[in-house]
């Protein structure tokens, strides 16, 4: 297993993360909006 495997995993998971919140805060700015 290359070493470079867990630290594209890390990466990927921290941009998904990151779209979770990004996407969650879209959803709650459109609910304050109605």
């Known amino acids: 297993m290359p070493s470079g ?3 594209q995993v890390a990466v990927s ?4 993360k990151s779209n979770i919140v990004l996407f969650g805060r879209i ?5 304050c909006i109605d």
């Open 5 to 7: 495997v867990p630290a």
């Open 27 to 31: 959803i709650y700015a459109i609910l």
């Open 13 to 16: 998971y921290s941009d998904v």
